[in-house]
């Protein structure tokens, strides 16, 4: 079998696969979210917290509620890591120094799971398990919240309330993330995963060259299933799902993508269902589904037929390539990964071509909304619609609407704000990096392969992915301290403006439908959003793009 038809095969089969799961999936989600029954269990988390659950919260109580539960968590996860000589399971390991245990603790509190440090010679078990892990459940519950919250702003009118953010936060830790994940990781353990307490003694392999190797166990099935539904990106090893204890087969690998685009691909079915219209959801599902499409057929074309004489010799660009799962395949879980807010890796995104390593920047400079995070990539999509509408707008002379709810001058402000912070600290960021000793010193490669890295790093922390150009040392306290706040920035900024525009919303009434309302289920629309976005992804980034990854792909 050819390389081009198994990578089709590998991709349809995903393809249909997230179909089968959109409606069942999307469907359970909206009863989880719209019914009012509390479990014995979640209301013994509610007593505990101190939390009421059947009280609603305003858009700013909502807001302050996401933000005191995550600060709280960046603290919890310092604190663990800088006592981690003194838990158990802690493998000896010493405590995590003051910088990188500040931006690890961002990283996994704020859903990005970036990681400037090997995780099976740094991070003891419980750290893994009780820090890093629980935030991998939680972060993602948080995310999906706030996409919830945005939906019922779209959905209800004339009220000031969003819903509960501490029922909201349980169940979708508790009823969502919490038994599809306990069932991936029984599948991934049966694909060969490890999951045990062992540590470096227990595991001794033989290497190629004839040496032995000593390998870390660990409750590793157990976070790679919620690492990838979750979207959250951090690997138990420093090689991440390339890792054999990781991922463990070609199937293995399938299955992993599809946990990473199962819960926002089926999050669209739960707005169209919450907002009363399922036309809705197959709308935005559509336009999320045509930029992945477009996004993966890129990185195969420039990563199968990329120039040269050694990728037209084997057929494709095999540099930083896990063999297990070929150039196809790989590609595959790249553009996935920085698709998504996830920034999982099966492959070395530093050894891409040029072009395909352009590919997975753009992804992420999309905004991760095809088909983004847990949650931010709906609340991102459904900015992106609004803008769309408002541009519709101005050009017809009438006020947009989207939804029923117009779209004044507030709402677009808001709108504005949301996409404009990501790319505000992505170019500073990339340009004080490159303005300063401290930020050079971290850079492997001059040229623009250089700053391809460093753009590339400033990206995945503003947009909360995680992955990286590995050339770049970013486990420096410039880098530590600079990208943390990126990640803290980039992701509670955004949120701000989504719940300020959800408060908004839900205080309307419901505009009626007129000959003059541009329709939001056709495929016009659809055209219409995804041409937004790639519009406004290139006016705002091409000219960064142009001194990096262009060239350097013009040069070779």
């Not at 600060?71 to 919890?76: A, E, K, M, S, T």
């Not at 595991?203 to 190629?208: A, G, I, S, W």
């Not at 006020?399 to 949301?418: D, H, V």
């Not at 990208?483 to 908004?504: D, H, T, W």
Request: aromatic residues 10%; glycine residues 12%; hydrophobic residues 50%.
């Amino acid at each position: 079998m050819s390389t081009t038809l198994a990578g089709i095969i590998f991709i349809g089969s995903l393809v249909l696969a997230l179909a089968v799961a959109y409606r069942p999936l999307g469907d359970y989600m909206y009863r989880v979210y719209s019914g009012t029954k509390h479990a014995c269990a979640e209301r013994a988390i509610y007593r505990l917290i101190g939390a009421r659950p059947d009280a609603e919260q305003t858009w700013p109580v909502y807001a302050r509620s996401v933000l005191a539960f995550s600060v709280i968590g960046i603290l919890f996860l310092y604190g663990l890591q800088r006592l981690q000589n003194h838990l158990l399971l802690s493998l000896g390991f010493p405590p995590v120094k003051a910088d990188q245990a500040w931006n690890t603790a961002v990283s996994f509190v704020t859903n990005t799971n970036w990681q400037s440090y090997s995780g099976e010679s740094t991070m003891g078990h419980m750290v893994q398990m009780a820090g890093l892990a629980v935030q991998n459940f939680v972060s993602a519950a948080v995310g999906m919240a706030v996409a919830i919250a945005l939906v019922r702003g779209f959905a209800r009118k004339r009220t000031d309330r969003l819903g509960n953010f501490w029922v909201d936060l349980v169940r979708g830790s508790v009823r969502i993330l919490l038994p599809i994940a306990f069932a991936g990781a029984l599948v991934l353990i049966a694909g060969g995963l490890v999951q045990n307490f062992g540590d470096a003694h227990d595991h001794v392999v033989n290497t190629l060259a004839g040496g032995h190797q000593a390998i870390t166990g660990g409750p590793v099935a157990s976070q790679e299933a919620i690492k990838e539904l979750g979207t959250n990106g951090g690997g138990f090893y420093n090689a991440n799902s390339a890792h054999p204890f990781e991922n463990a087969a070609p199937w293995t690998n399938w299955l992993e993508i599809f946990l990473i685009l199962l819960i926002p691909f089926a999050l669209c079915r739960t707005f169209g269902r919450m907002v009363g219209g399922d036309r809705q959801g197959y709308a935005i599902v559509s336009v999320v589904a045509t930029l992945a499409v477009i996004s993966v057929v890129l990185v195969q074309v420039f990563q199968l037929m990329h120039h040269g004489t050694v990728p037209t010799a084997v057929g494709g660009a095999t540099e930083g390539v896990e063999t297990r799962f070929g150039v196809s395949d790989s590609g595959t879980f790249a553009a996935a990964t920085t698709l998504t807010s996830t920034g999982a890796v099966d492959s070395f995104h530093d050894s891409y071509t040029s072009l395909g390593g352009m590919m997975t920047m753009f992804d992420m400079m999309l905004g991760e909304v095809a088909p983004g995070g847990t949650g931010s990539g709906l609340y991102g999509m459904l900015i992106l619609a609004v803008i769309t509408v408002f541009v519709a707008g101005l050009m017809v002379g009438r006020t947009p609407e989207y939804l029923g709810k117009k779209i004044g001058s507030r709402e677009i402000k808001l709108a504005s704000m949301y996409f404009l912070i990501t790319p505000i600290l992505v170019l500073a960021g990339t340009g004080v990096a490159m303005a300063t000793r401290s930020g050079r010193a971290g850079m492997l490669n001059h040229g623009a392969h250089g700053l391809s890295e460093v753009l590339y790093a400033f990206t995945s922390a503003s947009n909360n992915n995680g992955s990286a150009f590995a050339g770049l040392t970013a486990g420096t306290v410039f880098y530590d301290t600079a990208l943390g706040l990126c990640m803290a920035l980039g992701r509670f900024l955004p949120m701000i403006f989504v719940l300020a525009l959800a408060g908004s919303l839900a205080r309307q009434g419901r505009a009626p439908e007129s000959d003059g309302t541009l329709p939001t289920h056709r495929p016009q629309f659809v055209g219409l959003v995804a041409g937004v976005t790639v519009v406004l992804v290139a006016l705002t980034f091409l000219p960064a793009l142009a001194l990096g990854p262009l060239a350097e792909g013009i040069h070779s």
